[in-house]
């Protein structure tokens, strides 16, 4: 089997200077720190902003979210009573 030119690679020569890895680990490490602290201020603006706009509504978001359930459950029992009368009327017509 044939030697790859990647064995024949001397690793020895690979020395990257560890001061200037250090610095860069550093430089990420504080970029990472600023970017958190950056999403925090945005989530919470987002939200003070959120709670600010939907508390000037006049329906509350609460109210509107049992009526949009009170209205699922009426069309799902709807809808369940339509398919067993269909049910219904085709057995009876099949008979």
């Known amino acids: ?7 024949k690679i001397s690793w020895t020569e690979f020395r990257p200077d560890q001061r200037r890895l ?7 490490g504080a ?10 201020v945005l989530v ?6 959120g709670r600010s706009w939907t508390g000037s509504w006049e329906v509350p978001p609460a ?5 949009a359930l009170r209205h699922a ?3 799902a029992t709807s809808a369940g009573r339509a398919g ?10 099949a008979s």
Do not use: H
């Not at 250090?22 to 990420?28: E, F, H, K, Q």
């Not at 970029?31 to 925090?40: E, H, I």
């Not at 109210?63 to 009526?67: F, G, H, V």
């Open 84 to 93: 067993r009368d269909a049910w219904d009327s085709y057995e009876e017509g």
């Open 63 to 67: 109210e509107l979210a049992q009526r």
């Open 73 to 75: 459950q009426t069309a």
């Open 31 to 40: 970029g990472m720190l600023v970017a958190a602290a950056g999403v925090g």
């Open 22 to 28: 250090t610095v860069g680990a550093g430089l990420t």
């Open 1 to 7: 089997m044939a030697d790859s030119t990647f064995s």
């Open 44 to 49: 919470y603006e987002l939200a003070r902003a």
